[in-house]
């Protein structure tokens, strides 16, 4: 990757992150304190085996070749900033891009793991962004749920010899979208509507979550789209390396 190329990202990302720290602390998602402690803890537990693939396969990816480690940080710095660009939603959420669907699609689910739970931890601490309570349910949702729903969905498209542009836009997109879904579910099994119960909840959260969401997953679709497209001018070797790009498409 050219250093004039390397340069535009990390400007690009600081900008982001200037207009990011502007924001309230109100806005978060899942904010500390919000779920009861047994399901803090339930959801940490559940996070603990895919965590633990994840440092396998980014150990076996950077093993292979250290040159690659450039790329895996500018995934998890995309996923940092757009992930911090928070609009108000649910009470004791919000909506915002995820941006794990670019590093799920490039070094697969499970490294997407560590990087998103490196990237909610910085978020809890430095932007009040979510929690230290709520760790394990917002790295479930944003950084398990999603990425596998975007890395299945680019895989499945590849299948039917959809072209990259689209496998990645529908990855992006659709991992996006359950992310909010799964977190729907978190939200409304701690906090169960009084008269339909968990079910009516979860229409309830995943009501209010698409008058923003739809449209931020079709943008969050779109740039990852965009970044993926530099990419393929940029740093095809690496790109090679992790098998995205093949054949004719060097």
């Not at 995309?78 to 992930?83: D, M």
């Not at 490294?111 to 910085?122: E, K, N, P, R, T």
């Not at 993926?228 to 004719?248: H, M, N, R, T």
């Amino acid at each position: 990757m050219k250093k004039s190329v390397k340069l535009t990202l990390v400007f690009s990302m600081l900008l982001a992150s200037v207009f990011t720290l502007t924001e309230t602390a109100g806005a978060m998602h899942i904010m500390e304190g919000f779920l009861p402690p047994k399901y803090a803890i339930l959801w940490g537990a559940v996070c603990l085996p895919f965590l633990v693939m994840g440092f396998v396969s980014i150990s076996k990816t950077l093993s292979a070749n250290r040159k690659l480690l450039m790329l895996l940080m500018m995934a998890g710095a995309y996923a940092f900033v757009l992930s911090a660009l928070k609009i108000p939603s649910v009470t004791g959420s919000s909506s915002h891009p995820t941006g794990t669907g670019l590093g799920a699609i490039l070094f697969g689910p499970s490294a997407m793991a560590v990087l998103g739970i490196i990237v909610l931890l910085f978020q809890a601490i430095l932007l009040a962004h979510g929690g230290l309570t709520t760790l394990g349910a917002n790295t479930f949702s944003m950084a398990i749920a999603g990425p596998f729903v975007a890395y299945g969905v680019y895989k499945v498209c590849k299948k039917m010899n959809l072209s990259n542009t689209v496998a990645v836009f529908l990855g992006a997109f659709l991992g996006d979208l359950l992310t909010y879904v799964v977190t729907s579910i978190q939200l409304a099994l701690a906090h169960p509507s009084a008269t339909g119960g968990v079910m009516e909840s979860v229409k309830e959260f995943m009501g209010i979550f698409a008058v923003t969401q739809v449209s931020l997953a079709i943008i969050e679709g779109l740039v990852t789209v965009a970044v993926v497209k530099a990419l393929e001018s940029y740093a095809a070797p690496e790109l090679e390396q992790l098998g995205y790009l093949e054949g004719g498409r060097r």
